[in-house]
């Protein structure tokens, strides 16, 4: 599904925050990409939504070039994403902020899908208030809803857990598991906490200085065995 090879990019001219940086991602994998803060995690991700220009390298998602592309070409490819601080529209209603979701995808109902308000119940029960009234975790439930609401192939969330009390977490990551599972949702997850990371993911990879320099399919044993944690996060 994704295939990233060799990428260089940086928010200014000759700057490699990605330096020659390779994944790949197959349809209906959960994968973490974990690494300190500085490695390329999160350019990596605007990198792919095409906030970010690349300088060398290749970006396919479904065997089309991703560079050079707008990101509301990548989001009708059916890619989803959830940034870092959600970037929700703190003075529209819940409604409002969900049908923001639906924009700029031709073909697709206006209209908010019950299964919407389904994974995430509180956001039915407050339906018509404004999304800037919500908790930290409401507005991530928000923002995660928003993103699925296109029903998108890739969906990448940054940083999830980020600010949110631990049983809003948990949450969020048993509906984005069940997603995954029941509808075959491939998930790229940047993340710190390492609970939701061995709750989701089934494999890990670890950046430091804009690659990938280690990587496992074996999650769980990394509960046993947390030297690459110890190793990469500094935890």
């Known amino acids: 599904m994704l295939k990233v090879e060799n990428v260089i990019a940086g928010y ?13 991602i197959k349809k209906g994998e959960v994968v973490a990409l974990l690494g300190r803060n500085g490695m390329g995690k ?26 050079g592309k707008k990101p509301y070409e990548i989001a009708r490819m059916g890619m989803g ?3 870092q601080g959600r970037d929700i529209f703190s ?17 697709k109902s206006k209209e908010i899908p019950d299964w919407a308000f ?57 509906v984005l598991s069940d997603i995954a599972k029941e509808q ?12 939701l990371v061995l709750g989701m993911a089934q494999r890990c990879l670890f950046m430091e200085n804009g690659q990938v320099v280690y990587e496992t399919d074996e999650v769980q044993a990394l509960r046993d065995d947390p030297a690459p944690i110890h190793k990469y996060l500094a935890v």
Do not use: C, W
């Not at 000759?14 to 994944?23: A, E, H, P, Y």
């Not at 220009?53 to 396919?60: A, D, E, R, T």
């Open 12 to 24: 200014l001219a000759g700057s490699r925050v990605l330096d020659g940086f390779s994944i790949e």
């Open 42 to 67: 999160t350019t990596f991700l605007k990198a792919l939504m095409g906030h970010v220009g690349i300088s060398q390298g290749s970006m396919l998602f479904d065997g089309q070039e991703l560079a």
């Open 81 to 83: 994403y959830v940034p």
């Open 91 to 107: 003075d529209f209603t819940v409604e409002e902020n969900l049908r923001m979701g639906l924009l700029g995808h031709p073909g």
């Open 118 to 174: 389904d994974l995430f119940p509180i956001l039915r029960e407050r339906r018509t208030q404004r999304a800037g009234s919500f908790s930290g975790g409401q507005q991530q439930q928000l923002a995660i809803v928003r993103a699925l609401i296109a029903k998108p192939k890739l969906l990448l969330l940054d940083e999830p857990s980020e600010g949110i009390q631990p049983s809003i977490v948990q949450d969020i990551g048993r």
């Open 184 to 195: 075959g949702l491939t998930i790229l997850l940047v993340e710190q906490n390492m609970e």
